[in-house]
């Protein structure tokens, strides 16, 4: 098992400019969530989607729009990128039932100039 | 006052020292209260859960929740400096469909051969 995938792994965008982050899953999980995280800031959730065709906002979701495309499969896009999102992205999923063990993928480095 | 106030730290030992790391927390509602060990450029991973009050051991690891003081504890007993890595205390309501986390900030910890 690859456990959560994300792409890209990095990612230089200027400001304005548009890009979808990838994220899979291959252990069957329910629920996936977006955070961001940011020197001092610590984890902060942007959006999650507990099931298969259901979205749901987060702490921070100004600036973001998300699809669960499939069971496996969320990803999170930036329309219009701006500094303030330089930050590292990290994509998890769960099972319903255990969510408190939440599966993180290795994260997306993205710098905004 | 933030939800959950964790010490960024950083924090450096010798190997062999016991280790520390403590959360405080104002949501009365948290149950579920977790620690994950996030290394250098990787993505958090689970290292204990603990429902409700009481004591929790696994190894060189034990952690510890007081609701009536709000206040959760991860000792390491006996560190390597395989145990430096970013500590991320984590807590959630439980219930519902969906279960969030809240993070703390995360302490760095170093621990020095």
């Known amino acids: 098992n690859a456990g959560v995938t994300q792409t890209p792994k990095f990612q230089v965008l200027k400001t304005g400019q548009s890009m979808t982050l990838q994220c899979a899953q291959d252990?069957?999980?329910?629920?996936m969530y977006w955070y961001r995280q940011d020197p001092g800031m610590g984890l902060r959730l942007i959006y999650y989607?507990?099931?298969?065709?259901?979205?749901d906002k987060g702490e921070v979701p100004n600036g973001y729009n998300v699809s669960r495309l499939n069971k496996r499969e969320f990803s999170l896009r930036l329309e219009s990128a701006a500094p303030s999102q330089t930050s590292v992205y990290f994509c998890?999923?769960?099972?319903?039932?255990?969510?408190?063990?939440?599966?993180f993928g290795p994260g997306t480095r993205l710098t905004v100039t | 006052q933030k939800e959950v106030e964790q010490d960024p730290g950083p924090l450096s030992v010798p190997e062999g020292a016991i280790v520390s790391l403590n959360c405080t927390y104002s949501?009365?509602?948290?149950?579920?209260f977790m620690w994950y060990r996030q290394y250098s450029r990787k993505g958090p991973e689970l290292l204990m859960y603990?429902?409700?009050?009481g004591n929790k051991e696994d190894g060189r690891f034990t952690a510890q929740v007081d609701k009536s003081s709000k206040y959760i504890s991860l000792f390491i007993r006996d560190s390597q400096p395989s145990d430096s890595a970013t500590y991320l205390c984590?807590?959630?309501?439980?219930?519902?469909?969906?279960?969030?986390?809240?993070f703390g900030k995360g302490t760095l910890l170093t621990v020095n051969p």
């Open positions: 998890a999923s769960t099972f319903l039932a255990l969510s408190y063990e939440q599966y």
């Open positions: 252990m069957n999980h329910n629920s």
């Open positions: 989607s507990a099931s298969e065709g259901t979205t």
């Open positions: 949501n009365s509602a948290f149950q579920y």
């Open positions: 603990t429902y409700s009050s």
């Open positions: 984590a807590m959630s309501a439980g219930g519902g469909s969906n279960y969030k986390l809240t």
